[in-house]
């Protein structure tokens, strides 16, 4: 359905984006198969969950090695949680499937794809310079 993900050259990180890419899909799929609000909105506080933790481990990492663009890139995580807990919102008041398809498909998505090359990328190749986290 979607393009595979950018890489980088952490692959703790690419396993944790492949998840989240996962728990989108699963939404995506409930979305597309008329699944009940309940069903919908359990799957979405998965994924919320699951970004808080996906970013907050990444924030945790760019701390321990004083990475430069820490706080840009922790602009960017803030942002789309923001913009994710709206949606929720919305989806909770108006419990439009349409809506939700689209912000999922058209905009998460597209951010990650975004993040994961012009910010994830960086950042794993600084990581990758110090010899404790070649394994990671
Ligand atoms: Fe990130």
Redesign the pocket.
């Known amino acids: 359905m979607h393009q595979p993900l950018p890489q980088v050259s952490l692959e703790s990180m690419n396993d944790v984006h492949l998840e989240e890419v996962h728990i989108l899909n699963t939404l995506l799929k409930q979305l597309g198969s008329d699944a009940d609000f309940k069903t919908v909105s359990e799957s979405f506080e998965t994924l919320l969950a699951h970004m808080q933790e996906h ?1 907050s481990s ?1 924030e945790r990492l760019m701390q321990e090695v004083q990475y430069p663009s820490y706080r840009m ?1 922790k602009g ?2 803030d942002k789309v949680l923001n913009e994710a807990r709206y949606a929720e919102m919305e989806w909770r008041n108006r419990r439009d499937v349409e809506a939700l398809r689209e912000y999922l498909e058209e905009e998460l998505l597209t951010w990650l794809d975004q ?1 994961i090359k012009a ?2 990328t960086p ?1 794993a190749d600084f990581v990758m310079q110090f010899e404790k986290y070649k394994d990671f």
Do not use: G
């Open positions: 970013f990444e890139h960017d995580h993040h910010m994830d950042m």
